[in-house]
Nanobody
Framework: QVQLAESGGGLVQPGGSLTLSCAAS????????MSWYRQAPGKEREWVAT????????NYADSVKGRFTISRDNPKNTVYLQMNSLKPEDTAAYFC????????????WGQGTQVTVSS
C-alpha cells in the first residue's frame, strides 16, 4: 500500500522559513516524479513545484520561484520543500504528490500539512 506522509508544517511569521518533508512508502521512490501542491481555503489546489525521477530536474510555479526549493533523497524515500521568505499568501495546506515516470495512472497523494504565515 502506497503512503505519502507530509510533515513540517506550522505557524511562521512573514519572512520566515519552513521545510516540509514527504516520506513515501510502498513504492519504488526513484521511479516517481514528486511534486508539491497547495490549497488555500476557498481556492482550488495549485501546483507549487516538481522534481523529476531521473535527473532531478526541477520546476516551480512563478509565485514561489526563487523562494522555494524542492529536493529529494532517494535512499530515504523522501522529498523536501524548503520555503524561504514566506508570505501570508503562502498560507495553505501543502500536499505531496507522486506520479510514476512511465505509468501516469500510478498517481498518489498525501493527506497534507498546514502552513500558516501570519504575524
Amino acid at each position: 500500500q502506497v503512503q505519502l506522509a507530509e510533515s513540517g508544517g506550522g505557524l511562521v511569521q512573514p519572512g520566515g522559513s519552513l521545510t516540509l518533508s514527504c516520506a513515501a512508502s510502498g513504492l519504488t521512490f526513484s521511479m516517481y516524479g514528486m511534486s508539491w501542491y497547495r490549497q488555500a481555503p476557498g481556492k482550488e489546489r495549485e501546483w507549487v513545484a516538481t522534481i523529476a525521477s531521473g535527473d532531478g530536474f526541477t520546476n516551480y510555479a512563478d509565485s514561489v520561484k526563487g523562494r522555494f526549493t524542492i529536493s529529494r533523497d532517494n535512499p530515504k524515500n523522501t522529498v523536501y520543500l524548503q520555503m524561504n521568505s514566506l508570505k501570508p499568501e503562502d498560507t495553505a495546506a501543502y500536499f505531496c504528490n507522486a506520479v510514476h515516470k512511465w505509468m501516469l495512472s500510478l498517481d498518489y497523494w498525501g493527506q497534507g500539512t498546514q502552513v500558516t504565515v501570519s504575524s
